[in-house]
Nanobody, 124 residues
Framework: QVQLVESGGGLVQAGGSLRLSCKAS????????MGWFRQAPGREREFVVA????????NYADSVKGRFTISRDYAKNTVYLQMNGLKPEDTAVYCC?????????????????WGQGTQVTVSS
């Protein structure tokens, strides 16, 4: 089974930046896209952004457009999330996930594999 490992989280002041990484232990031929989700205490898991492996097509949540940028390194089986202009409301555990088909990229149940997550804390 594919393992996803996130890294790069931490504590940063408002307005600062962080770069998250999500490395897949293997990328199967059927892997279609990767997504980032976040979950703050007491809140539901929230879609952040997704990217397709082949074309690099992206889909961002409105709350992060213009501040976050997703990218992928096909050769390294790694997806990155560059987060700029961080706000206290961005504080959450950020998880990456893998999906095998096109569809509703914000739908949690359309993703098959999930990482453990990395904590991002933004202080005001």
């Amino acid at each position: 089974q594919v393992q996803l490992v996130e890294s790069g989280g931490g504590l940063v002041q408002a307005g600062g930046s962080l770069r998250l990484s999500c490395k897949a232990s293997v990328r199967t031929f059927s892997s279609y896209a990767m997504g980032w989700f976040r979950q703050a205490p007491g809140r539901e898991r929230e879609f952040v952004v997704a990217i397709t492996w082949r074309s690099g097509w992206t889909n961002y949540a409105d709350s992060v457009k213009g501040r976050f940028t997703i990218s992928r390194d096909y050769a390294k089986n790694t997806v990155y999330l560059q987060m700029n202009g961080l706000k206290p409301e961005d504080t959450a555990v950020y998880c990456c996930a893998e999906r095998f088909f096109d569809g509703n990229y914000a739908a949690v149940d359309e993703y098959a594999n999930w990482g453990q997550g990395t904590q991002v804390t933004v202080s005001s």
